[in-house]
């Protein structure tokens, strides 16, 4: 029933800026706080950014704090990652993700998954 695609992703040199873009099925969207998750290759997933159902409330992880910024637009179904100052490190497929549990910022706190976007930084 609930679907999520990401788009967006591309490559840039490092400093550059990308906004990656996740659209939503259903009418249901802004019921869920909603999260982006990154995963480099033979890494674990892990947390980037969490937005709450209403937009007011923002929480990053430590690595992307002061360059990425996470929107929704709950009338288009979509959730944003604005990413600046990208790094090398940013390297990874971008995904987003419906909160399940709101104390869980581990991806067993989420589902529905998109495919996934690829963010690729040169130095």
């Known amino acids: 029933q609930v679907q999520h695609v990401e788009s967006g992703g591309g490559l840039v040199q490092a400093g550059g800026s990308l906004r990656l873009s996740c659209a939503a099925s259903?009418?249901?969207?802004?019921?869920?706080?909603m999260g982006w998750f990154r995963q480099a290759p033979g890494k674990e997933r892990e947390f980037v950014a969490r937005i709450n159902r209403a937009g007011s409330i923002t929480a990053y992880a430590d690595s992307v704090k002061g360059r990425f910024t996470i929107s929704r637009d709950n009338a288009k179904n979509t959730v944003y990652l604005q990413m600046n100052s990208l790094k090398p490190e940013d390297t990874a497929v971008y995904y987003c993700a419906r909160q399940t549990s709101s104390s869980d910022y581990s991806i067993k706190g989420f589902n529905y998954w998109g495919q996934g976007t690829q963010v690729t930084v040169s130095s």
């Open positions: 259903g009418r249901t969207f802004s019921n869920y706080a």
